[in-house]
């Protein structure tokens, strides 16, 4: 009788600490990377990827930010869009997990250096749209939105979080089995 009760207040303390929520039910996750490829110190390419994940483990601190995202008047993509990835850009840059990697190659006996920086985080859709203005001097769109991001956790964090994600499947699961 004891040991029931007790792994009923394990089970109830593992649920209070789950990642799943109610609040989760209609939001999608996207692993977001940002890239900037340099060239002897020369910007050369800037990419931003967003790829569908589900429940992407590597990511368990989504906070909310409010992120200025801005655009030019002529862009060729719609343009809240484009105010959307312009805000998804600068949260990357300014709190998402970086890397660095650096390559030197030696073409005709000149040295190219290259340099490959990449930013990565969790954004979960849909974003909801705070303002929107268009500043008519500079034909410019400005957006502010409320984005729910995560960074992806430090490499050392992450045999940490595959075992809390298995120990939290394998709770859910069992909750499941008892209903």
């Keep these: 009788m004891k040991f029931i009760i007790v792994a009923i207040v394990i089970v109830f303390i ?27 110190g020369l910007l050369v390419d800037t990419s931003l990827n967003l790829r569908p994940s589900e429940n992407i483990i590597l990511a368990n601190n989504f ?20 105010a959307k990835h312009h805000a ?14 650096s390559y030197r190659t030696i073409v005709n006996t000149d040295y190219a250096d290259q340099v490959i920086m990449t930013y990565a985080g969790v954004v979960e859709f849909p974003i909801k749209t705070i303002s929107y203005k268009c500043t008519k001097g500079n034909n410019i769109i400005e957006g502010v939105f409320e984005i729910n991001f995560s960074p992806v956790a430090f490499p050392t964090m992450w045999p940490y979080l595959k075992i809390k994600n298995r120990f939290s499947v394998f ?6 089995l008892l209903y």
């Design 63 to 82: 906070q909310h930010h409010i992120v200025i995202g801005s655009t030019p008047t002529d862009n060729k993509l719609p343009l809240e869009s484009a």
């Design 88 to 101: 998804i850009t600068l949260l990357l840059i300014n709190n998402g997990l970086k890397s660095i990697k």
């Design 14 to 40: 593992l649920l209070s600490q789950s990642t799943y929520s109610c609040a989760n039910f209609n939001t999608w996750q996207y692993y977001a990377t940002y890239t900037e490829v340099f060239e002897n």
């Design 171 to 176: 709770t859910k699961n069992f909750i499941d």
